[in-house]
């Protein structure tokens, strides 16, 4: 049974570009949220999604944007980068039946 | 406003038992949770309990939540230098959409 998916696993852009990072939830899952964690902090709620739209959103500008596809997996997308964008960008997935909420191994960024 | 404190660290002998707490501050979250990352990794997982219950006990990890100091422990029996990694305590809220809110981690280390 795979767990949650995420791709790619390190990436490096510089200032000004766009991002968009991948997550597969883990199977039977159809809820799926993103995380940022920076360097020596906890994770920070970005946003949420269920039923293909955003349900909840954490204190992240509007360069921060998401989809969900019909099959739940997701993408996070970062436009115009900045140097305080770098950090551990996680992925998690959970039913909406339970709380059992489940991680990715993450996809690293470094803006330069 | 939502909001989630742990102690940074904690040093343990390898044997003993560990206790790492967590406060919060609001008390409308559905699920509390106990997560473990070791470097360079995503989070897993330990366990999590419903805020309406007051004891979990899961193999040598005991979670203890009083509702009223707002209040959560995890206590490690017979700790081993495997357990060394960050503990983080998150709250979970289910309100229509699902976030969840940590704190900064408890960084555990086990002496031998």
């Known amino acids: 049974d795979a767990g949650v998916t995420q791709s790619p696993t390190h990436l490096i852009k510089t200032r000004g570009q766009q991002v968009t990072l991948r997550c597969s939830p883990k199977?039977?899952?159809?809820?799926v949220s993103w995380y940022q964690q920076a360097l020596g902090q906890g994770p920070q709620f970005i946003f949420q999604y269920y039923e293909e739209e955003e349900r909840q959103r954490g204190n992240f500008p509007d360069r921060f944007s998401g989809h969900q596809f019909p099959n739940y997996s997701s993408e996070l997308n970062v436009n115009a980068l900045l140097l305080g964008d770098s950090a551990l960008y996680l992925c998690a997935s959970n039913s909406r039946f339970t709380g059992e909420l489940f991680f990715g191994e993450g996809s690293r960024l470094t803006v330069l | 406003g939502e909001d989630v404190e742990q102690s940074l660290f904690l040093s343990v002998r390898e044997g003993d038992s560990s206790v790492i707490n967590c406060t919060y501050t609001d008390s409308s979250s559905t699920y509390l949770y106990w997560y473990k990352q070791e470097p360079g990794a995503g989070l897993q997982l330990l366990t999590y309990i419903f805020s309406n219950m007051d004891m979990k006990q899961d193999q040598r990890l005991t979670v203890l939540l009083n509702k009223k100091d707002k209040h959560l422990s995890l206590r490690i029996a017979d700790t081993q230098t495997g357990d060394s990694a960050i503990y983080f305590c998150a709250e979970g809220f289910d309100t229509g959409g699902f976030k969840t809110i940590f704190g900064a981690g408890t960084r555990l280390f086990v002496k031998a």
């Open positions: 199977s039977g899952h159809d809820t």
